[in-house]
């Protein structure tokens, strides 16, 4: 046996050693009664017996919403005209300086200097920012909000501002971003969403998902560690956890390149109890639905696995299951790891993109009928997600994650592209039998760094470490403040917040329409709200900030009568003049 079979059989079986362990930890409920946990028949605060989330990436209010309503409506591009009743929306419209005099003509941001400018549908496909944890910080410069140039930053190919540093303060309108726009006019968005800490899409999704970032075990796998993104607990010798601020791949799958013959570099897991443990505990279907998760799928252009691993999770030279992007000019591999919420997690992680035993089976920890464990461990491919609705299995809490050219970061995707994504599928559930009961939440995990103005000052998440500048170097709060407890009880820094603001968006009959919330809300409300409206408001514990920030109830209307669906193209993000908008 040669020395490299040897090691990448080691590898497997190392991976396979983890699948083991996290199978021996899932609880084996009792046998299942299809009846009983079908859940129309489950016990809700609300009406809505199905929330589907979508999480998508990197995207700030303003450059989506900066000048929502108005849009400039150019000749040849999708033309969009308010409602006479929108309502006024925190926005770049707030106050006419942020457009004519914005404080980033500060000269410091240099040849990025620069007001908000429009982006067009043909500058769709733009760079990806500076969206780092302390570039981020100091793009904020003590509130002043001045610097984004400067520190978050990225240019691209073009004419003026869109080639240098100052495309950070591009926006886009409702002439391209037409679908976003439509379902604002119709259903509810709110203008006061936030990031719970500073930084890029690891942190967000584990905010998500666990309303937590504290609980962190990094795994150095040979090569240079990523100290700069891992942050020891407690003040002093104390250094008992760790809390995340950057992007680094999970310890428990297959595909994360650092666990892999050759690759070298840190991973890591968490120990925080996530959304996924409450609703395994309290017996209620769900899942997570992931493009590019099934490594067996072979797509239209013959590509399969993910990087790096073929379609039976060995190590492999392919480049891995890709989409084309018409926008973007080329193949994106549809599954990126780091991405990924529940692979960073021993209860909720599937090693080794196991399969369910079947379409009945999804949402369940055991099979339906049986003490057997499901595989899958509510872990699947974005298309078993229709094929379960389709065929009337349609899981209480959905997580989707679409294939990475319609996840909307820049790089990789676009808002065309994700315009197609997300509308396909929302037309897809306002088409089932259970559209009435069900709540689609279209969230972000992070901003990319894309200007924009509004700023709330921290009070609880607040931090002192050599990677915070929002106050000053090493300095995230105030004089007197203390920072917020994580998993072990110990004060955690690394969760700055709240951080950038983002889109927020919920699309329901019984979402207000033409509503704009400001109440508070971060990426953590998505779990609280699961917890309020299928858990009896039970709380995730152990510094976990679902406890702390703000509902998203205020967004719905649950005495009006069950009435829109509204049918969007998905191309032009414009009303489906074929199908209107339906009242029941």
Known sequence: MTNKLKTTLLSTVAVLAVMATVASIR???ADQDDKSVNPNNLKTATPIKH????FNENRSFDHYFGTYPNALNVEGEPRFEPAANTPTVNNLLSSPTLLD????????????TTNPFRLDRTQANTADQNHAYSAEQKAFDLGKLDLFPLNTGSGTAGGGAFGTTGQVMGF???NTVTALWNYAQNFAMNDNSWSDTFGPSTPGLLNMFAAQTNGIVPTNNGGAKQSGNVLADGTGITTSGFTLIGDIDPTMDVCSTATLPGGSGTTVASTAKNIGDLLNAADIPWGSFVGGFNLQTINENGSSGCKGVNSQGMPASNAGRSSVSTVIGAPINDYVQHHIWFQYF??????????????????????????????ANHAYDLNDFTTAVGSGNFPAVSFIKMPAFQDEHPGNSDPLDAQTGIVNLVNFLMQQP??????????????????????????NMVSFSGSDFLNGTGNCGTPGQTEPTGVNGLPVAGRCGPGMRQPFMVISPFAKKNFVDH???TQASIPRFIEDNWLNGERLGNGASDATTGSIMNMFDFKQKKSVTLFLDPTTGLVDETKKIKKN
């Not at 929330?51 to 979508?54: A, E, F, Q, S």
């Not at 005099?101 to 990025?112: R, V, Y």
């Not at 259970?434 to 009070?459: K, M, N, Q």
């Open 27 to 29: 609880p084996v409920a």
């Open 51 to 54: 929330l589907v989330v979508i």
């Open 101 to 112: 005099n914005n404080p980033n003509l500060n000269p410091a941001n240099g040849t990025g």
């Open 172 to 174: 886009f309108d409702g």
């Open 346 to 375: 021993k209860s909720t992680a599937n090693p080794m993109h196991l399969r369910p035993t079947s379409t009945k089976a999804i949402g369940f920890t055991t099979v339906p009928g049986t003490k057997t464990v499901d595989p």
């Open 434 to 459: 259970d559209w009435e009961s069900t709540a689609v939440i279209l969230a972000y995990d992070d901003s990319d760094g894309w200007y924009d103005h509004a700023f709330i000052r921290p009070t």
């Open 519 to 521: 109440t508070f809300t």
